[in-house]
């Protein structure tokens, strides 16, 4: 083992005791999920509509600040629903990171528009302002209906979707002002940030619209799930019709004005989840505790820990130390795994992968760097109950 496995494994154990295997993260069930579960199977409304639909919108509303949000099935689907609303249409255009999960990027191609991707800031692993600033100033014009225009392609630049990377918030407040200069929307990939904040807003109240996920591995769960956020009045009424098939309101007649999407979550994932935000705070100040524990002690010991900016407070999904280079990683990934520690490498960048490779792509270079020396480490939320 080399020596930063050795050092980093031993500071892991001591969070995490000494158990034959530590995940990377896993759910935590503490609270009220069982007795809502229950209470939802004996009302019979476990499927499409129900209480726990309307309180797990409204509680989503209270955590945001946001005037809107729709509950999803997933947060793919969430994704696919705001960039509709922020008027992606075929062959646009549309600007994110390439170090980013698939369905960031999955999301835009199911519209039949492309994605082009941005560099990250090394600090924040999200998308950076002045390199997008850079990329719109030397590229792009504006048209006559005051479209941003790709100089290359011709096509217009209709949206940006900028990820916060496992939960860390990216410089979201400069960015969504290069975008506003350009016409741009900007809808955020908050799928990883649920309880973080910047500036003391939570993310996903930057841009015109924003997506969460609850899939399981996330900071809360539904088992499945996702949601929609805006503060955008027609967004927000729109977002919920075509999420649920752009029916019109009726008793008994059938007729959907135009075409929808059976995206609804079901009332049984809701009651899960609104047990989970019930328990958000404390989720979010445990993970912070472990960030903290980490953070220190990597500090005294010459590990690269990533942390989050002054003015932002990360939920710490996942915590991720850098690696001297590449070959470190490899050993560090080896080594801990075999030892029972699950860790894990960043995805492969979007600009790599056989759907994606022949995008358009700025300068990546903080994103080649990164994608060969982060790591992810176990970050589950520890209970002493
Ligand atoms: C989890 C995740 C999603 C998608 O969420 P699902 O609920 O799994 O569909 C989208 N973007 C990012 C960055 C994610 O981490």
Redesign the pocket.
């Given at each position: 083992m080399g020596n930063q496995t050795e050092i980093i494994s031993k500071i892991i154990r001591e969070r995490y005791g000494n158990a034959d295997f530590i995940p990377l993260h896993s759910p935590y069930f503490g609270g009220n999920e069982k007795k809502y579960l229950n209470e939802c199977i004996d009302s019979t409304f476990v499927s499409s509509v129900g209480a726990f639909v309307d309180q797990f919108e409204a509680e989503i509303r209270k955590i945001t600040g946001s005037k809107f949000a729709i509950a999803v099935v997933?947060?793919?689907?969430?994704?696919h629903t705001a960039l509709i609303l922020a008027g992606v249409k075929r062959d646009d255009e549309v600007i994110s990171q390439s170090l980013?999960?698939v369905?960031?990027t999955n999301?835009i191609s199911y519209i039949g528009a492309n994605p082009v991707f941005i560099d990250v800031d090394k600090d924040t692993l999200g998308l950076s302002p002045e390199k997008l600033a850079d990329f719109l100033a030397q590229n792009t014009h504006q048209d006559d209906a005051g479209n941003c225009v790709n100089n290359k392609t011709g096509r217009v630049i209709r949206a940006c979707v900028p990820?916060h990377?496992f939960g860390l918030a990216l410089r979201i407040e400069e960015l969504v002002k290069v975008c506003r200069n350009h016409n741009i929307k900007v809808v955020e990939?908050a799928?990883?940030s649920l309880g973080t904040y910047v500036d003391g807003k939570h993310t996903g109240v930057f841009g015109d619209l924003a997506?969460f996920?609850?899939?399981g591995?996330?900071v809360a769960t539904s088992g499945?799930?996702?949601a929609i956020i805006t503060n955008d009045d027609n967004l927000g009424k729109l977002a919920k019709h075509i999420t649920t098939t752009a029916k019109t309101p009726h008793p008994y007649e059938f007729f959907h004005d135009q075409v929808g999407y059976n995206y609804r979550m079901p009332n049984i994932n809701a009651a899960l989840a609104v047990a989970q935000l019930e328990q958000l705070d404390e989720i979010v100040a445990n993970k912070r505790e472990t960030a903290q524990f980490y953070h220190e002690r990597f500090l005294n010991n010459g590990v690269n820990f990533v942390a989050e900016l002054e003015n932002t407070k990360s939920n710490y999904w996942l915590n991720t130390v850098l690696l001297d280079n590449e070959t470190e990683r490899d050993s560090f990934l080896h080594g801990t795994n075999q030892s029972g520690i699950m860790t894990r490498p960043i995805w492969t960048l979007m600009n790599k992968l056989p759907a994606f490779e022949m995008m358009q792509c700025d300068d990546l270079s903080n994103s080649e760097w990164l994608e060969k020396i982060i790591v992810n480490i176990p970050s589950s939320f520890i209970s002493n109950k």
């Open positions: 997933n947060g793919t689907s969430a994704l980013t999960f369905a960031t999301a990820m990377t990939d799928a990883e997506v996920s609850f899939n591995n996330k499945g799930g996702g």
